[in-house]
C-alpha cells in the first residue's frame, strides 16, 4: 500500500500545491504510516463522498480514532486495515464535509434575541400591543424584552412613547429596542425598574419636558448596558446553549464569536472567555473594543470588529463613495479619522494583534486598506491574517490591495440572499450599484481568502444557506463554485483563525470534526443547496447530533 | 432625641428609634407619607390625594382607602412624647404636622436648594451623602398614573441637583488646591455622564497638578476607549489638544528626572557594524537600526532639513520620511562633512529623547574615521541615558 503524506494545506496558497499532490495520490486510502498494520478505529463513516476540501479528493470513508481522523480510503480497504470498528455510520452515499466553520457570529446576542419577543414583522402599533399582550400572558410577571421593532414598517412611521407602551402592558418593565439596537422605548414601569440617567443627552422629552420613554444615543447606550448587564450569567448561557445546539445541528463545530463593545455588552465577552472551554464546539473569542491593553491582560491573540469604522446599508450610514439612491443628501458615516485608524492598526501590529474591522462602504475599505498599508510599513509586522468584515463594496484596485496586505475577507453571502439582486434592499439603496456587491469570484480570482459566515443573528444560523447564497449569487459574475463556497466555511475559516493545521479538511492526524450532510450537495440542483441538511455532526470523534435517517451500527468488527 | 427618621432617596427607610417600620406601610401609605412631604407647607387636598392614589377606583372605595391608609399610618406612626399626630387630616385636606419632631432626607435636601456656592465644603459633603440612591427607588404604583409621574419628575430634578452639589464640590476643592479629593469627586461625576469631556478635562488638570503624568495619561486613554466602546465616536480635537500636550511634556524631557512622572522611557539596545575605510558606515548603520527599530512617527517629525542631511549617507532615511508622509525627501548630491556630523548628533540626541538609547559597537577597532569622531563627541557630552560601549 502506498501512503501518500503531505503537510495540512494552507488554504488558498496551498491549494493549488495539495492538488497537484492530490492527483498522484487520487484512489490511495491515506493512512498513518506508523500504523499501517491493525489498528482500531471508534467511528468509521462508510460509503460516503467525503470531501478532502484542501484538494479534490472524494473518498469512500474516513475513519476516527480518539479526537483525531485515523484513515481515509476508498471501497472497503478499512476492512484489512482496522481490526476493530466500534461504531460506524452509513452515509448512504451523502457528502461528508470537515465541520463547518461560522467566522462571524454574536453567540450571546443571538441567545438573548432567541429569548425575546420579536417585533421585526409588526407592521402597526397594535400588531405591537397584541405581542407584547400575548408574551405577557405567557410569561407572567417577567420583564419583556422585545427586538426587532423597525419603525418604518410601522404605519405610525415612528417609536411607540411609554405611555403607548403602557396601554399594552403596564405590571411589568417593558423594553423595546430597534432592529438596528439604536433606539430604546421604555414603558412607566421599564423607566422605574430601571436605573436611567436622566442627566445625560438622547432622552426624548415631551412637551411638558418629560421622557417620552424613547431613549437614543448616549442614554441608549447607558440604557442597554445597565439592562444587559443585570441579566444574569445563568441566563445567559441558557440563551447560549440553545444557540449552540442550533449550530450543531446545522453540522457547525467551530464559531468566531464577536462579543462585548458598542451597543453590545462587555460582560458577554467576558462570559464567553470564562466558558468557552465548556461548550460543545469550539468558541474563538473576538473581544470587540479597542482597548489593547485589555485584550493584552486576556492574553487573546486577536482583537474584535469593534471599531466599526462605518455603518450599514441598511440603516444608511455605510460610508459610499456616491449618495444612497433613497437619501441623495448622504453619503453615510466613517467613525473614524485615517489618524486614528492608523494608530490604532499601529499599536494592535506592533502588540502583533491579529484585528477584525467592520468596513462595508467603499470609502470604509478605503481607509481601513490605508491604515492597514501605514501599519505595516510602520512595524513591518506582516503574518498576523488581519481580517476585513463584510467587504460589501469592495473595489478591483482594492481587492488587489488586500492581497498584498495578506488580509483574509469575512463576508456573508447570505446577505445577497436576502437583500442581493433587482428589487430588493441593495438596489434600493444603492441602485444600480447593486451589481458591485459581494463580489466573491473577483475576490477569489485574485487570490484573496474569504471565510464564510452567518453574523448570526443579522441572519439565520446556517452554512448551506451561506453556501447556497455564494454559489446562487442574485449577480452571475459574481457567483463561485460549491467547492470554493465549501471552502469558505470550512479550510478558509480555519485559515482565518490560524487553525488550518488542525482543522477545515478532511485529512489525516486532524481533529475528527465533520459533517454528514443528508444529500450529495455537489450533485444536487444548484437551486436546492439551502435545502440539504445536516444528518450527523461530529466534534472532536464524538457524535453531537444525529438525525434518524442514517444507519448508525455499533459493532466490535465490520 | 428623634424617633422617626425618613429616607425617600434609594429604597424606602422609615425607622422609627432602631426599628424599621417600612414593612408595616404599605406601599399606598408610602406613597400617601412622599406626596405630604412633597407638600409638606401647604398639604394636600384629600380630592388630589385621590386622583394620584386610586384615580382606577370609585369615589366610595377610593375615599375609603385614603381614610384606611391614613388610619394605618397613625397606628404604625405613633404619637410624640407631646401626644402629637405625625398626620392632621381634616375633612378636605391632609399634611404633615410641622411640630412633630422627625428627620428625613427630602426636607434636609429641599432646605438645602440652590445655595451650593455659600456652603462649606463640609455642609456640601453631608449634603452629597444624603444621596442615598434615586428618589423611591423601587416604587412603581399599578394604574397610579399621576403618582408614577411624579416620581419620574422627582427623579429627574433630585439627580440634576446631585450632579449640580458633585460640581461644586469639584470646584471647591479644585479652588482650594485639593487635587486628589477633586478627582474622588470628578470620579464620581463621570460615573454618572460618563461621556461628559468637561469632567475628563477637569480631571487630567487636576492630575496635572498634582504631577501625576501617568495616572493623566491613563485616565484620557480609559475615557477615549470607552467613547469608541459605547459611542464609536472618538474625543474631541480639544481634548485631544490637551492630551497630545500632556505626552509632549514628560517624554520629549531628557531629564532623569521624568522618570519619577511615572513615565517608563523605553530601552532601545542597538548592535551596530563597523567597516574600515568607509566613510560613516558605523554612524549609517546606527542610523538604520534606529528607524527599524523606533518609533516612526516620531523619528519623522524630526526637522526635515537635517533628515535630508541624513539622507546623503542613509536612504533608510528618505524611504521612511515619503512613506510615512507621502512627500519627498531630497537627495543631496554633495554636503561638507561638518553638516553630516551635525545631523547625525542632532539626531541621536532626538532619538535619546524619548528612548535610553544602549548603542554597542562591533568590531569597534574597524570603525571609520567621521563615525569615531562623531562617537566620541557623543560621549563627551555625557547624556545621561545614552550608553555607546564596545562589543
Redesign the interface.
Known amino acids: 500500500m502506498r501512503v501518500i503524506e503531505y503537510e495540512p494545506a494552507l488554504c488558498y496558497h496551498t491549494v493549488k500545491i495539495a492538488k497537484i499532490i492530490g492527483k498522484t495520490g487520487l484512489n490511495k486510502t491515506v493512512l498513518p504510516k506508523r500504523q499501517e498494520n491493525q489498528m482500531h478505529a471508534d467511528l468509521l463513516i462508510k460509503n460516503g463522498k467525503c470531501l478532502c476540501v484542501a484538494n479534490d479528493n472524494v473518498y469512500d470513508w474516513v475513519a476516527v480514532t480518539g479526537h483525531k481522523i485515523s484513515g481515509l480510503g476508498y471501497r472497503e480497504e478499512y476492512k484489512r486495515t482496522f481490526d476493530r470498528i466500534h461504531c460506524t455510520i452509513d452515509a448512504n452515499g451523502n457528502t461528508v464535509l470537515p465541520g463547518f466553520y461560522d467566522s462571524h457570529f454574536h453567540l450571546v446576542q443571538t441567545g438573548l434575541d432567541s429569548l425575546s419577543l420579536d417585533l421585526s414583522e409588526a407592521t402597526s402599533f397594535d400588531d405591537i400591543g397584541d405581542l407584547i399582550k400575548e408574551q405577557s400572558r405567557l410569561t407572567p410577571e417577567q420583564p419583556i424584552h422585545a427586538k426587532g421593532l423597525y419603525p418604518y414598517n410601522l404605519k405610525e412611521k415612528c417609536f411607540p412613547s411609554r405611555t403607548v407602551l403602557?396601554k399594552f402592558c403596564?405590571?411589568v418593565p417593558v423594553w423595546v429596542t430597534s432592529s438596528d439596537f439604536h433606539i430604546s422605548a421604555l414603558n412607566?414601569?421599564g423607566?422605574?425598574?430601571y436605573?436611567?440617567?436622566?442627566?445625560?443627552?438622547g432622552i426624548e422629552l415631551d412637551s411638558k419636558a418629560?421622557?417620552t420613554g424613547i431613549f437614543k444615543?448616549?442614554a441608549n447606550?447607558?440604557l442597554r448596558?445597565n439592562i444587559l448587564k443585570n441579566v444574569s450569567n445563568a441566563h445567559r448561557l441558557e440563551a447560549i446553549k440553545g444557540v449552540l445546539d442550533d449550530a450543531v445541528k446545522h453540522g457547525i463545530t467551530t464559531i468566531d464569536t464577536m462579543e462585548?463593545?458598542?451597543l453590545f455588552c462587555?460582560k458577554d465577552a467576558e462570559l464567553i472567555y470564562d466558558y468557552k472551554d465548556t461548550f460543545p464546539v469550539d468558541v474563538n473569542l473576538y473581544y470587540?473594543?479597542?482597548?489593547i491593553?485589555?485584550v493584552k491582560e486576556l492574553r487573546l491573540p486577536r482583537i474584535g470588529s469593534?471599531?466599526?469604522i462605518d455603518g450599514t446599508l441598511g440603516s444608511r450610514n455605510a460610508a459610499l463613495n456616491y449618495p444612497y439612491i433613497d437619501d441623495p443628501d448622504n453619503i453615510g458615516e466613517l467613525?473614524?479619522?485615517q489618524e486614528?485608524l492608523n494608530e490604532f492598526l499601529?499599536e494592535c501590529y506592533k502588540n502583533r494583534l491579529q484585528t477584525s474591522l467592520h468596513v462595508i462602504g467603499g470609502r470604509a475599505i478605503e481607509l481601513a486598506l490605508k491604515a492597514h498599508e501605514?501599519a505595516l510599513?510602520?512595524t513591518?509586522n506582516a503574518g498576523l491574517r488581519h481580517r476585513l468584515e463584510h467587504v460589501e463594496l469592495v473595489s478591483s484596485s482594492q481587492i488587489l490591495r488586500a492581497r498584498e496586505l495578506g488580509l483574509v475577507f469575512s463576508m456573508q453571502p447570505t446577505y445577497e440572499y436576502l437583500w442581493g439582486g433587482k428589487g430588493r434592499m441593495y438596489e434600493a439603496r444603492i441602485g444600480e450599484h447593486y451589481r458591485e456587491s459581494n463580489p466573491l469570484r473577483e475576490i477569489l480570482d485574485h487570490g484573496v481568502v474569504i471565510c464564510g459566515s452567518s453574523e448570526s443573528d443579522v441572519t439565520p444560523i446556517g452554512p448551506a444557506m451561506g453556501i447556497h447564497s455564494a454559489v446562487n449569487h442574485p449577480v452571475e459574475e459574481h457567483r463561485i463554485e460549491r467547492m470554493e463556497a465549501i471552502r469558505m466555511f470550512t479550510l478558509n475559516g480555519a485559515f482565518a483563525v490560524f487553525e488550518e493545521k488542525k482543522k477545515g479538511s478532511l485529512e489525516l492526524g486532524k481533529l475528527a470534526d465533520m459533517v454528514i450532510l443528508n444529500k450529495d450537495i455537489m450533485k444536487v440542483p444548484k437551486e436546492q443547496i439551502k435545502d440539504v441538511e445536516v444528518a450527523t455532526t461530529i466534534k472532536s470523534g464524538h457524535i453531537l447530533y444525529h438525525t434518524n435517517e442514517l444507519c448508525l451500527g455499533v459493532d466490535d468488527h465490520d | 432625641m428623634t424617633e422617626l427618621k425618613i429616607n425617600l432617596m434609594g429604597r424606602v427607610e422609615f425607622k422609627y428609634g432602631e426599628k424599621n417600620i417600612e414593612h408595616k406601610l404599605s406601599n399606598k401609605g408610602i406613597a400617601l407619607i412622599s406626596l405630604l412631604m412633597l407638600h409638606m407647607k401647604n398639604g394636600v387636598s384629600r380630592e388630589r390625594l385621590i386622583s394620584y392614589l386610586w384615580a382606577d377606583s370609585d369615589e366610595e372605595a377610593a375615599k375609603y382607602n385614603l381614610r384606611y391608609n391614613l388610619w394605618n399610618i397613625k397606628k404604625v406612626i405613633p404619637t410624640d412624647e407631646k401626644g402629637q399626630d405625625f398626620i392632621l387630616a381634616n375633612k378636605d385636606y391632609c399634611r404633615l404636622n410641622q411640630n412633630y419632631f422627625f428627620e428625613s432626607d427630602i426636607l434636609q435636601l429641599m432646605s438645602f436648594e440652590n445655595q451650593e456656592t455659600e456652603r462649606s465644603i463640609e455642609e456640601l459633603g453631608h449634603c452629597k451623602q444624603l444621596f442615598r440612591g434615586?428618589f423611591l427607588e423601587g416604587?412603581?404604583l399599578?394604574?397610579c398614573?399621576e403618582f408614577?409621574?411624579k416620581?419620574?419628575?422627582e427623579?429627574?430634578v433630585y439627580?440634576?441637583k446631585y450632579?449640580k452639589l458633585l460640581k461644586a464640590i469639584a470646584e471647591k476643592y479644585e479652588t482650594g488646591s485639593q487635587f486628589e479629593e477633586c478627582i474622588q469627586i470628578l470620579s464620581e461625576l463621570a460615573g454618572?455622564?460618563?461621556?461628559n469631556e468637561g469632567i475628563i478635562q477637569s480631571k487630567l488638570n487636576a492630575y496635572i497638578q498634582l504631577g501625576q503624568w501617568s495616572d493623566a495619561i491613563a485616565c484620557y486613554?480609559k475615557f477615549?476607549?470607552s467613547l469608541?466602546?459605547?459611542?464609536?465616536?472618538?474625543p474631541s480635537q480639544k481634548l485631544k489638544l490637551v492630551y497630545n500636550k500632556l505626552l509632549g511634556k514628560p517624554q520629549i524631557s531628557t531629564q532623569k528626572a521624568s522618570g519619577s512622572s511615572g513615565f517608563k522611557r523605553q530601552k532601545l539596545d542597538i548592535e551596530v557594524q563597523c567597516a574600515e575605510n568607509i566613510d560613516y558606515f558605523c554612524i549609517a548603520d546606527l542610523i538604520r537600526k534606529i528607524i527599524?527599530r523606533g518609533d516612526?512617527?516620531y523619528i519623522f517629525q524630526f526637522n526635515k532639513c537635517y533628515l535630508e542631511d541624513l539622507n546623503f549617507i542613509q536612504l533608510e532615511v528618505g524611504i521612511g520620511y515619503e512613506?510615512?508622509h507621502g512627500e519627498k525627501c531630497s537627495l543631496r548630491t554633495w554636503l561638507p562633512d561638518v553638516r553630516i556630523a551635525d545631523a547625525c548628533i542632532r539626531f541621536i540626541l532626538y532619538v535619546n529623547d524619548i528612548y535610553d538609547l544602549h548603542v554597542s559597537l562591533k568590531n569597534a577597532d574597524k570603525i571609520d574615521q567621521a563615525s569615531s569622531q562623531i562617537i566620541q563627541y557623543l560621549k563627551r557630552l555625557k547624556i545621561a541615558d545614552l550608553l555607546i560601549q564596545e562589543s
Open positions: 403602557d403596564n405590571d412607566t414601569y423607566i422605574l425598574y436605573k436611567i440617567p436622566f442627566t445625560i443627552g418629560m421622557p444615543k448616549q447606550v447607558i448596558e462585548g463593545g458598542f462587555n470587540q473594543t479597542s482597548d491593553l485589555k469593534n471599531p466599526f467613525y473614524f479619522t486614528e499601529v501605514h510599513n510602520m513591518g | 434615586d416604587v412603581y399599578k394604574n398614573d408614577n409621574e416620581i419620574i419628575l427623579r429627574i439627580q440634576n450632579v454618572m455622564e460618563p461621556y486613554k477615549e476607549a469608541r466602546s459605547d459611542l464609536n465616536v472618538s527599524l516612526r512617527k512613506r510615512l
